[in-house]
């Protein structure tokens, strides 16, 4: 079975752009949380998505939002980007609620 | 009250000898913990989780002890090996209300030396 893919792997914006970053779940899965490692602040929940509905979201402001389609594939946006918005952005699905969650291999996102 | 305190912040390890890493609680609606661990360039990996039903759990070499009186958990890793050499993160989650969200702690990075 295909794990948690993520796309891009990387990724170069300016500050003031925007960016999607795209995330598809293991096979069958219906649960998809966002999360941002950084350095200084380690990881921290973004946001959660069950069956197209967001059901949980981190304290970050409202430049970052997310979505979730029917086939379970989900995507997140940040608007607006900052310099401190450069991180790595890590998707995990698991099957639906309080099952193991698996992690892709993240999206490494660099502001300039 | 949301928040997973882990230590130590790094850990220096002989090949052969055990890793033990601890982490603390306040949310005492939490009700499930795993560990992960994490290769540089790599999205973390679930290694073992425990639910406070159970005082320990183990699985090959890892084993996390669970206090629920005390709100700790941690995680010891036997024989320790150089592919053990990674960044280990502990978390928590529940709360009430259906919800996959994970508190993390810090993480701790793991040198196994050979």
């Known amino acids: 079975k295909a794990g948690v893919t993520q796309t891009p792997r990387y990724l170069i914006k300016t500050r003031g752009q925007q960016v999607t970053l795209s995330c598809s779940p293991i096979?069958?899965?219906?649960?998809v949380s966002w999360y941002q490692q950084t350095p200084g602040q380690g990881l921290q929940f973004l946001f959660e998505y069950f069956s197209e509905t967001q059901r949980n979201k981190g304290n970050f402001p409202g430049r970052f939002s997310g979505r979730q389609f029917s086939n379970s594939r989900s995507e997140m946006n940040v608007s607006t980007l900052e310099l401190g918005d450069s991180a790595l952005y890590l998707c995990?699905?698991?099957?639906?609620?309080?099952?193991?969650?698996?992690f892709g291999p993240g999206t490494r996102l660099t502001v300039l | 009250q949301q928040q997973v305190k882990q230590s130590p912040q790094s850990l220096i390890v002989q090949k052969g000898g055990i890793s033990i890493i601890n982490c603390a609680y306040e949310n005492t609606a939490f009700d499930y913990f795993p560990w992960y661990q994490q290769f540089p360039g790599k999205g973390p990996a679930l290694l073992i989780a425990i639910r406070p039903d159970v005082s320990e759990k183990k699985e090959g070499r890892f084993t996390i002890s669970f206090n629920k009186s005390a709100k700790q958990f941690s995680l010891h890793i036997m024989d320790s090996q150089p592919g053990d050499s990674a960044t280990y993160f502990c978390a928590a989650s529940g709360g009430g209300g259906a919800t996959n969200k994970l508190i993390f702690g810090t993480g701790t990075l793991l040198a196994v030396q050979p």
């Open positions: 995990a699905s698991s099957l639906e609620f309080y099952n193991t969650q698996y």
């Open positions: 096979s069958g899965h219906r649960s």
